[in-house]
């Protein structure tokens, strides 16, 4: 196994299934469960259902309630930009504390703290406050404790999994995410006029309780080694970016999601491509098309993630997700047809599914237990960080050249932007478990 550490059990005491009898009939295409039979991963993927609807209920709502008191949609940017500034930081600092200090204690406190911001976020709007400010203070709030929280959820599930089960751990994960993306949104637009918004709030809250009852199961989540002497500062996150730039595998890993998404990521231009492109099917049901059709395409790669999960061949899987990507963009730009547009973002969706799944199991595999969580910080700020570039430069573009020749464009710049880093980097290429 090409990693810096292995490990025959887990933390949870769960041997490795390397003598699994293979999947016959269907089930070679359904997805991978193996990780399920470990009673603590289990807990923990199943407390995200729960919480990855409850969390798109509060992402709806911000957004919304900061439109309605400002009627202003640069507002609600503003309000965005309160919330990434905060959760970058402090999901870099949040990497070097989940490396030094018991990651199941760091998950508890900052659950609560999130539950506790999901809370104040309901009081503010069942009191009318109608405040921007105090919305934008939460939202960082809210967002700083995220940024502690990601990297060490991530970084555990290392401790749990056993390596070959971590691209279908990541697949698990991740499904249920784009599934929420997909779910939760929908459900807010039911529940608002039904219930009210602040309601989305609360609800939120309850959810963060199943999720606390989840980590508080957890077996203790303890630095190895040396790593509990240390403290988490400046110099660890700067050993952090440090350890990346001597491990070429993890920095492509890195920089093929920078360039999936700054280059390929066409969603700011969805609003114009539905008014010009796609009006003729209507521009609400085409605006809506667009923004389902890649979350949509992630759930069913997810689905049928037994397809490529037991790959082993890791740096491949990733190089040919990012082509595939590039190539669907590519193709969804030149459509001018909306279920052909569908089609080709549903492939997108499929490809970012399996680079997700790939590139997760290569920062926990390859990187050591001591450096997991600082891998995960920079992760977290890649994928939050990656989309927003694209929306400025797709945006950009797009005014420039017409919204279609940006989209296709972008497509084609990943394709050969990732084939010219993966000649030029064997390591990726190499790379197996």
């Known amino acids: 196994m090409d990693t810096s550490e292995s490990s025959s059990t887990t933390e949870s ?41 409850g969390s798109q209920l509060t992402a709806v709502a911000v957004p919304k309630q900061v439109y309605d008191v400002t009627h202003s ?29 018991d990651r199941r204690k760091l998950l508890l406190v900052t659950n609560t703290g999130i539950a506790v911001t999901s809370l104040l976020f309901w009081a503010q709007a069942v009191t009318g406050t109608d405040s921007v400010a105090v919305l934008m203070v939460l939202l960082a709030c809210q967002q700083a404790l995220f940024g502690l929280n ?12 056993p ?10 994960g991740s499904t249920v995410m784009q599934t929420g993306m997909v779910a939760g949104p929908l459900l807010a637009g039911v529940l608002i006029p039904v219930i009210g918004l602040p309601e989305l709030y609360l609800i939120d809250a309850v959810a963060l309780c199943v999720t606390e009852w989840a980590v508080f199961r957890l077996p203790a989540l303890p630095p190895l080694g040396a790593a509990a002497a240390r403290r988490a500062g400046v110099r660890e996150i700067a050993a952090g970016f440090r ?7 993890l920095l492509l890993s890195f920089l093929a999601d920078i360039v999936a998404m700054v280059l390929g990521m066409p969603r700011a231009l969805f609003p114009q491509l539905a008014a010009q492109t796609y009006h003729s099917y209507g521009e609400g049901l ?55 547009a569908l089609a080709f973002l549903a492939a997108a969706g499929v490809a970012d599914m399996v680079s997700m799944v790939f590139r997760g199991a290569i920062l926990l595999s390859a990187a050591t237990d001591e450096m997991r969580g600082r891998m995960q910080g920079v992760f977290t700020v890649v994928v ?21 020749a940006a989209v ?26």
């Open 73 to 101: 949609s640069a507002w609600v940017g503003y309000a965005s930009l309160a919330g990434l500034v905060p959760m970058v930081v402090f999901a870099l600092w949040g990497g070097a504390v989940a490396d030094t200090v």
């Open 384 to 404: 939050a960080g990656g989309p927003r570039l694209a929306d400025v430069l797709h945006g950009t573009a797009g005014s420039a050249f017409g919204p279609r």
């Open 408 to 433: 296709a464009g972008g497509g084609a710049l990943v394709v050969v932007v990732m084939l010219a880093l993966a000649a030029a980097v064997p390591a990726l290429r190499r790379y197996r478990i």
């Open 13 to 53: 005491g769960a041997a490795p299934d390397a003598a699994a009898p293979p999947r016959r009939g269907w089930r070679r295409w359904a997805m991978d469960t193996r990780p399920l039979s470990i009673p603590a991963y289990r807990r923990l993927w199943t407390s995200t259902i729960v919480t990855a609807v």
């Open 150 to 161: 990601s990297p060490a959820r991530n970084a555990s599930i290392a401790r749990l999994v």
């Open 286 to 340: 085409a605006l809506g098309v667009l923004f389902a059709g890649i979350p949509v395409g992630a759930v069913l790669g997810g689905l049928f993630s037994g397809v490529f999960s037991r790959a082993r061949r890791h740096g491949w899987m990733v190089v040919g997700a990012v082509v595939g990507w590039g190539v669907a963009v590519a193709g969804f730009g030149l459509s001018r047809n909306l279920w052909v």
């Open 243 to 249: 350890y990346i730039s001597r491990h070429k595998v």
């Open 163 to 172: 390596a070959e089960q971590l691209p279908a751990a990541g697949a698990l």
